[in-house]
């Protein structure tokens, strides 16, 4: 008979609500203890599959980026090799059977030439909580009414 942890759970929850002698409430929970021992260690192999998998997939993401990186680097410098060559030929537009080339002026863009001058008016700064700093106030006492240490718990699977 397969049983879910969930059913586990309520069966345990079930039993502590029923009126039973002692020997039999505790031959009962022991029973279901040790079915809810091997629900939990087969979760617990696959939850480290499931890690293990995961972090196989991070290294080929790491991977297949390095390779797109580099792909995307090598098409800038064939079209900047190919800009260079139109410009010094003074051959700025023509078309072929597939593509049509030109070279035209773009958009005018800002160009930072000295960052401190720029006036504040033109400048935006992102807010960040710098936590270990703010924790180590609280714990002495610094903070009070903006924020809290709290304590938790999570699942730890060796």
């Not at 031959?27 to 629900?39: F, G, P, S, T």
């Not at 700025?92 to 863009?109: D, V």
């Amino acid at each position: 008979m397969n049983i879910s942890l969930y059913e586990l759970k309520d069966m345990y929850l079930n039993l502590m609500d029923l009126d039973l002698e002692d020997k039999d409430l505790k031959a009962a929970l022991e029973n279901i203890d040790d079915e809810i021992e091997v629900k939990a260690e087969n979760y617990a192999g696959l939850i480290k599959n499931l890690e293990a998998e995961a972090e196989a997939y991070k290294k080929e993401i790491e991977r297949m980026t390095k390779i797109k990186k580099a792909l995307e680097n090598r098409a800038l410098l064939l079209k900047k090799n190919l800009e260079e060559a139109m410009i010094e030929l003074d051959k700025k537009k023509f078309k072929t059977k597939l593509f049509s080339f030109n070279i035209q002026r773009n958009a005018p863009s800002v160009q930072i030439l000295n960052e401190d001058k720029v006036p504040e008016d033109f400048v935006e700064y992102e807010r960040k909580i710098k936590k270990n700093d703010l924790k180590k106030a609280i714990q002495n006492g610094l903070i009070t009414d903006s924020a809290i240490l709290v304590e938790s718990e999570s699942l730890r699977i060796r």
